[in-house]
């Protein structure tokens, strides 16, 4: 079965103590990305990946890292996680292409509070 | 930069009836895909349906089919013989055409109440 497996699916962690959301697909896809969805801002792109080793700020890059060492495996990092970065956080995971092949697969979510 | 707006953050219909999701956007290319995904409470972002710009005919799938108008830059989602299930949130969405990215651009999303 397609799927992007995200965990956690809920996390309580306080200001400055750095944490990681793991994100994997076994769709064999190139690109890879991380949005966050706030109320009435939709969901913004964080970071996204083309492939192995390449990766790239979206367009709300503040405050988040990411890296791709396997195609598979795209972790995002919050290094020191202020109140700010409180949101839904969603991975997801698509073919490069066109054609009718290459809707986005996301992850179930993972609902962060920092406190 | 492209740009997608979802001017109705609540709607509500009666069960059994008809209702209407409005999607504008923003862009200066002519190939691109636009999306329709529902968001139920258990967060899950799921496809509704999709459209390609080049196509003419308006997609359709079941109880769910739109109104894509390419000039006005305009893609409601139309959803027929409304059922309680259908109670999410909505997001309208953008994708380029060029095939060399997956980025998604999102509307700010509609919450749909269906009314017994």
């Known amino acids: 079965e397609a799927q992007v497996t995200q965990n956690p699916r809920y996390l309580i962690t306080v200001t400055g103590k750095k944490l990681t959301v793991t994100c994997s697909q076994n769709?064999?896809?190139?690109?890879m990305s991380w949005y966050r969805q706030d109320p009435g801002l939709g969901l913004r792109q964080i970071y996204y990946?083309?492939?192995?080793?390449?990766?790239d700020k979206g367009d709300v890059p503040e405050g988040y890292k990411v890296s791709r060492k396997e195609k598979r495996n795209f972790p995002l990092i919050l290094e020191s996680p202020s109140p700010n970065q409180t949101s839904l956080y969603f991975c997801?995971?698509?073919?490069?292409?066109?054609?009718?092949?290459?809707?986005?697969?996301f992850g179930q979510g993972t609902r962060l509070t920092v406190v | 930069a492209q740009t997608v707006t979802q001017s109705q953050p609540e709607m509500s219909v009666q069960e059994a009836e008809t209702v209407t999701l409005s999607c504008t956007y923003d862009?200066?290319?002519?190939?691109?895909?636009l999306f329709w995904y529902k968001q139920p409470p258990s967060r899950q972002m799921i496809l509704v349906i999709r459209?390609?710009?080049?196509?003419?005919q308006n997609a359709t799938e079941n109880r769910f089919s739109v109104n894509f108008q390419k000039a006005a830059k305009s893609f409601s989602l139309k959803i027929s013989d409304s059922q309680l299930g259908d109670a999410a949130m909505y997001f309208c969405?953008?994708?380029?055409?060029?095939?060399?990215?997956?980025?998604?651009?999102f509307g700010q999303g509609t919450t749909l109440q269906v009314k017994p």
């Open positions: 997801a995971s698509t073919a490069l292409g066109t054609g009718p092949n290459t809707e986005a697969f």
């Open positions: 769709m064999n896809h190139e690109y």
């Open positions: 990946s083309m492939n192995v080793e390449v990766t």
């Open positions: 862009t200066s290319e002519s190939d691109y895909y």
């Open positions: 459209q390609e710009a080049y196509k003419q």
């Open positions: 969405a953008y994708r380029s055409g060029s095939g060399n990215t997956g980025k998604l651009i």
